[in-house]
């Protein structure tokens, strides 16, 4: 009987431990706790990509779209390195049972009209993305949910735009919440600011493929380019960045601010569009005006392109750059790349010189 006591004494503390070690939260208030999961460079996409879902979580709920309704306001970036080059519209999606998203018809525009629909799976593996009107199922290879968000060309005026994603619909057979671990705040933040460290050394050893590895899935050839590696710096840098052969990034050093920078480059001629996006030096947006692309950029007479940094109001393509940390810093990104890009490696940022 003893013994019988003492095995029950022992499973019931066991089960206590148990039911301790994995208690879960659904809100991002309850995320960070004293004696959460300690983070490290292995768990941390999977961690941050957590937080990314019950932040929107938070706002919407499961299965509905957070719309936002003009191009992404300077006081208003969740993630760092947005950009005003699309309309965004975010979602956290139940796949349990099968889902999926429409996209509704849309006007065609000079060029062509961008809209395009990426998935993101729970432990930020980032799926190929899909374009124009369509109904797409929504898959997952791990986990119940995924992170889906449409962006929307930004040509569109905002009433246009929002009409339009008034269109957009979720289907889903299931909406359960979706709950994390709870997290340690001060080894989530050390190591976030760790890998954001690792960024000028990457960029050292090859910068034409800064970028190359961090955002694939382990579903389709994208699995061959993965860098585990990358794969931990870009959840750190670009949360729901795109694989390369959808986007292609090209994420400089920092330039001081008090200096004139231009660039004069032929035209990538990328399937869809390119742009120039400027940053402070946490990575945020820092004026209203803080992109130039190929959709709104006047071109040089020879059909080159000059693109200016600071150089003042009169100068070509001009983005202001001075802000309160001191520096600038920018991102290119080629929509739907060309092969000169994809494949041949031709890049914007090595032509950014001071004047």
């Given at each position: ?11 019931m ?6 039911a ?9 208030d ?7 999961v ?23 709920g ?46 065609e ?43 929307l060309?930004?040509?569109f ?12 619909s979720?289907t ?32 050292k050893?090859?910068p ?5 590895g ?6 389709d ?57 400027v ?77």
């Open positions: 009987m003893k013994r019988l006591v003492l095995a029950t004494a022992i499973s503390s066991l089960l206590s431990l148990s301790t070690a994995v208690n879960t939260v659904t809100t991002l309850e995320f960070f706790a004293s004696d959460g300690v983070v490290t460079e292995d768990n941390y996409p999977t961690l941050e990509t957590s937080r990314q879902l019950v932040k929107i979580q938070d706002k919407v499961v299965n509905k779209f957070d719309h936002k309704r003009l191009l992404t306001p300077t006081d208003q970036q969740p993630v760092v390195r947005m950009n005003r080059d699309t309309y965004y519209s975010f979602s956290l999606v139940d796949v349990s049972k099968g889902a999926y998203v429409t996209l509704p018809e849309v006007p525009l000079p060029g062509g009209t961008y809209m395009s629909l990426e998935v993101v799976t729970e432990d930020h593996r980032v799926q190929p993305m899909t374009y124009g009107p369509g109904t797409y199922n929504l898959i997952a290879h791990k986990g119940e949910h995924v992170y889906a968000l449409v962006r060309d930004a040509r005026s905002a009433e246009e735009a929002n009409k339009l994603q008034d269109k957009m979720i889903a057979k299931s909406n359960k919440v979706f709950d994390t671990v709870q997290v340690d705040k001060e080894s989530f933040h050390a190591v976030e600011n760790s890998l954001k460290a690792q960024v000028p050394s990457l960029l050893t090859n034409a493929e800064f970028t190359f961090m955002f694939t899935a382990p579903t050839a994208s699995k061959e380019l993965f860098v585990k590696k990358k794969y931990a710096v870009g959840a750190a840098i670009g949360w729901g960045g795109a694989q390369s052969v959808d986007n292609i990034y090209e994420i400089s050093g920092n330039f001081p601010m008090d200096k004139c920078h231009q660039a004069t480059f032929e035209d990538p001629k990328d399937k869809a569009f390119w742009s120039f996006t940053y402070d030096k946490k990575g945020f947006m820092f004026k209203d005006l803080a992109n130039v692309s190929s959709n709104t950029a006047k071109p040089n007479k020879d059909g080159t392109y000059t693109i200016s940094l600071g150089c003042g109001e009169d100068a070509i393509n001009n983005i202001e750059t001075d802000n309160d940390t001191g520096v600038f810093n920018l991102a290119v990104r080629h929509y739907i790349p060309s092969d000169r890009v994809r494949i041949d490696g031709y890049r914007l940022l090595p032509f950014v010189k001071a004047q």
